[in-house]
């Protein structure tokens, strides 16, 4: 049993979300103590020059300027340190990951935070923590040469210290529903609760 479970949805459709649905059947699987959920469907503030400032700036520096730029990405940092697992539902949307995940990712990816530089190259600082990427496409098979949405959430998960990634497909749903759906239930059969 997972303790914690941070669940992060990302599609824009609430509604007949392939994504949310798998999320779903997931969250349910791994029967966590506790769900922290954030929906992205509103999308998130892009980081801007404000933002860039304050981050930037030596913490014992920062005005209460620097320090509200930075308060919701702190908010999302704490989410994600306090979770012992992540499920993230990623639909592809041309070909890559919504805007709203990936302004999830520009707070969350902080230098001195979530990931460090070294003499040897980054480190990750978010070490010990699993993470389920929920993949839901029309037309994008998985880890093809056309998917850009998976391997940059491989990466940047890892990036910041995150290595126990497991993918749940539910790929190419317009090509042939019934493969995808097989898929995506053999995949959720193999994760552990």
Do not use: C
Request: net charge negative.
């Amino acid at each position: 049993m997972t303790d914690t479970l941070l669940r992060i949805d990302a599609s824009a459709r609430t509604e007949g979300s392939t994504s949310r649905a798998l999320t779903d059947r997931i969250a349910a699987k791994l029967a966590p103590a506790r769900t922290v959920t954030r929906d992205l469907s509103g999308g998130l503030p892009l980081i801007d020059a404000n933002w860039i400032a304050a981050n930037f700036t030596p913490e014992a520096d920062r005005t209460d300027a620097h320090r509200a730029a930075l308060a919701l990405s702190d908010d999302l940092i704490a989410e994600l340190k306090a979770a012992d697992t992540l499920l993230i539902g990623v639909p592809v949307y041309n070909f890559g990951v919504p805007t709203g995940l990936k302004a999830w990712v520009d707070q969350v990816a902080r230098a001195g935070v979530t990931f460090r530089y070294t003499e040897a190259g980054p480190e990750g600082l978010l070490k010990g923590k699993r993470a389920i990427l929920a993949v839901a496409s029309g037309g994008t098979e998985v880890d093809s040469p056309i998917d850009f949405a998976t391997p940059y959430m491989r990466h940047m998960l890892g990036f910041m210290g995150i290595t126990d990634i497991q993918v749940v497909r539910s790929d190419r749903q317009m090509v042939d529903a019934t493969a995808s759906s097989a898929r995506a239930d053999t995949d959720i059969e193999g994760l552990a609760a």
